[in-house]
């Protein structure tokens, strides 16, 4: 017999989800929608020769690699995030009395505590999103499991409370939920991108699917974003829609925010438009990850 592409056994993991048989979230208040903006802190976890990393970043918004110096045109660019964007965003999301969590680089809260102690005294979650900002595919386990352990201290030590989420920038390993459950102390990751609603994993940790098309990580160079409106008209869209399904089947949406991105003059008015009309919407629930995770937990008869 000819070899098959991929070979002969099918494939093993959930392809099909919850199916037409969804289960009903029961979100706080009868809301059709829980919606969850997730900023993302990185700003100084970047990769960098100047921070002793084996090489230089290379993103948006220069599409270029450094190679064999340290890159101060990089290094500046994500710096803007954590000396302006923080505040910026902070100031919105306060203006509008939303909630957000704060996805944080461990390393990036060792060289600025202020990422995650300002959020976290203005009542915001404050996650964990790794300790570099790197994919930990293909990571040793010891490794890995020294990476969440160093990420979890200097987030609680910043914040005041250990962090209860994870989120693994780009793909995680195959160890990394077992590890995170063997560390103990969270109750969700967002490890995920298959889904409108969360699910469990095991008998208590939570699958909280994240998202990147409502993200402004498409304003980088070929990702679909340019003005400010691109941005919120795509997130009220996909908003818009998900609200008209709750009306039978209440669903979950995620949006991503970069302090660095979003957090620029020309963007910001983006995020403006769409807290004005998400803010506005009947039958929404704005919350922390943390806070829906919970609230799934004490659904599926998980005592929190």
Same mark, same amino acid.
């Given at each position: ?19 037409? &048989? ?7 208040? !009868? ?20 921070? !002793? &990393?084996?090489?230089?970043?290379? #993103? ?14 990089? *290094? ?34 060792? #060289? ?27 990571? %040793?386990?010891? #490794? ?7 990420? #979890?201290?200097?987030?609680? *030590? ?57 993200? &402004?990580?498409? @304003? ?15 997130? $009220?869209?996909? @908003?818009?829609?998900?609200?008209? *399904? ?15 991105? $979003?957090?620029? %003059? ?19 629930? $704005? ?18």
């Amino acid at each position: 017999m000819t070899d098959l592409p991929g070979g002969m056994p099918p494939a093993t993991r959930d392809l099909a989800g919850y199916g037409r &048989d969804l289960p009903d979230p029961r979100w706080p208040g !009868g809301a059709r929608l829980a919606v969850s903006f997730v900023v993302n802190v990185e700003e100084g976890a970047e990769l960098s020769l100047g921070s !002793g &990393d084996e090489h230089n970043e290379a #993103v948006p918004e220069s599409r270029q690699l450094v190679e064999g110096h340290p890159d101060p045109c990089m *290094e500046t660019h994500f710096a803007y995030g954590s000396r302006v964007g923080l505040w910026r965003v902070l100031d919105l999301l306060e203006r509008f009395g939303v909630a957000a969590t704060f996805s944080c680089c461990g390393r990036a809260v060792a #060289v600025t505590p202020a990422l995650a102690a300002a959020p976290a005294a203005a009542g915001h979650e404050v996650s964990a999103h790794g300790w570099r900002w790197e994919m930990q595919a293909g990571m %040793p386990e010891a #490794v890995e499991r020294a990476v969440i352990a160093r990420t #979890v201290a200097v987030l609680t *030590e910043a914040a005041g409370t250990r962090p209860l989420g994870w989120h693994t920038k780009s793909a995680p390993s195959l160890n990394t939920r077992r590890l995170l459950l063997e560390e103990g102390g969270f109750l969700y990751d967002s490890d995920a991108y298959d889904d409108d609603l969360p699910r469990l994993h095991g008998a208590s940790h939570v699958i909280l699917p994240y998202s990147f098309d409502t993200n &402004d990580m498409r @304003f980088a160079p070929g990702q679909g974003f340019v003005q400010a409106e691109d941005f919120s008209r795509y997130c $009220i869209g996909a @908003f818009d829609w998900l609200l008209r *399904e709750g009306m039978t089947q209440p669903r979950m949406m995620s949006i991503g925010l970069h302090l660095r991105t $979003i957090g620029k %003059p020309g963007r910001i008015r983006g995020l403006e438009l769409l807290l004005e009309h998400v803010t506005r919407s009947p039958g929404v629930w $704005i919350a922390r990850r943390v806070d829906i995770a919970r609230h799934w937990r004490t659904l599926t008869g998980v005592a929190v």
